[in-house]
Structure formats: C-alpha cells, structure tokens
C-alpha cells in the first residue's frame, strides 16, 4: 500500500536503500529500550551477524561503550574498528546495561538470562529460540527487564535512511548477482562467508 513507501532522493545509493528494512528493524527495538540507557551505557551485543552487526554500530554511533561476541572472528574484524571490545567467547555479562540477544539460540539465550547483572535490559532479537526449561524466579529477584522486538514502523524506515550513510555497509552491498541467479545467491549465504547479497533485477 502506498502508505509503506518512502521516497528516496534522486541520489540516494540504491544499494542501501535495500538494507533499510533490517536497520529499521534495530532502530526499532533500540526505541523499545531507550528509556533504559543512558549517556555511555555499556552494551553487550551477542550475535556479529547483519542485526547484531547493525545494532553494535547503531549503538556506537550513539556513544555507548559496545562489546560484540560472536564465534565467527572474521565477523567480529568487520567491527573491530567500530566498537570497544570484540570477543570469541561469550563472557562478562554482569559488567553490560543492557544485552542485545541477536543468534535466536538457546544456548546464548540462557547465558544472557544466567549472567546479566541486576536491574539489566536484556533485548531479544534472535529468531526463534524453541523451547526452554528456566527459573525465572531469578529474573524477578533480580529485577531484569527483558524487551523482545520484531518488525519495524514507518518512523523507523525514516529514520533507517537516514542513518544508513553514516554505517558501514560495505561488507553488505559487495556481492551482488542478477536476480536470476537467486538460488546460487541463497547457496552462497548459507556458506555463512557473506553478510548480505544483492540481487539485481
């Protein structure tokens, strides 16, 4: 419907213009927990993959001090110059404001709710988390809130094009093949070596 499209400027680099859908979708969870942070909170994202990646940068360009963990170190390198600290192995928890939840597993998920500290936002992000066995008498004795986010609304694809300038895109706007060749494309993500690829009509 013509009330979901947004009008680009005539120069406006197309290829970013593709990624406005998963930045709006960070822009709009940090507006969920925005009233958690403030000046120069520390944030643990775990999870360096698109959303991950998105997060930690957004979150940087606001001047809060970003660490990222994710397994996958060549990941990690697409930030090293972005955020504080990055890291292979997922520890500290209890030292973040708040925690980005972005790989969707169980596993991490569990950690997150285990070692975050009192009074933490936890924000999940990851999709889908299955099924999983927790006390969550912890969560009130502790006082942690937890924010889930999906999706995006017109004020956060503005505010994605806005922002998308300012990021660094590159390691997602470097590999594009025709439309045609979708299922290569597909084959080639699934290799986990790219983080996004473009297809051109």
């Not at 060749?181 to 983080?195: I, N, Q, S, Y």
Request: charged share 20%; proline share 4%; hydrophobic share 45%.
């Amino acid at each position: 419907p013509g009330t979901a499209i947004h009008q680009l400027d005539t120069n406006y680099d197309l290829r970013l213009a593709a990624l406005a859908e998963p930045v709006a979708v960070v822009l709009r969870a940090i507006r969920r927990v925005r009233n958690r942070l403030t000046n120069g909170s520390s944030v643990g994202v775990v999870g360096a993959g698109p959303i991950g990646n998105f997060c930690a940068q957004i979150l940087s360009l606001e001047g809060h001090k970003v660490t990222v963990f994710d397994k996958n170190s060549d990941r990690l390198e697409l930030l090293r110059d972005t955020v504080s600290h990055t890291s292979t192995e997922i520890e500290g928890l209890n030292k973040f404001d708040l925690i980005v939840e972005a790989t969707g597993t169980a596993e991490a998920l569990i950690m997150v709710l285990q070692n975050s500290k009192v009074d933490s936002t936890i924000l999940l992000l990851g999709f889908p988390y299955a099924n999983i066995n927790y006390n969550f008498e912890e969560l009130v004795g502790l006082e942690k809130v937890i924010v889930g986010s999906v999706g995006a609304e017109s004020q956060d694809f503005r505010a994605a094009l806005k922002i998308l300038p300012k990021l660094n895109m590159i390691p997602f706007i470097n590999t594009i093949l025709p439309l045609s060749e979708f299922e290569t494309a597909w084959k080639l993500l699934k290799t986990g070596k790219h983080m996004k690829i473009l297809l051109k009509p």
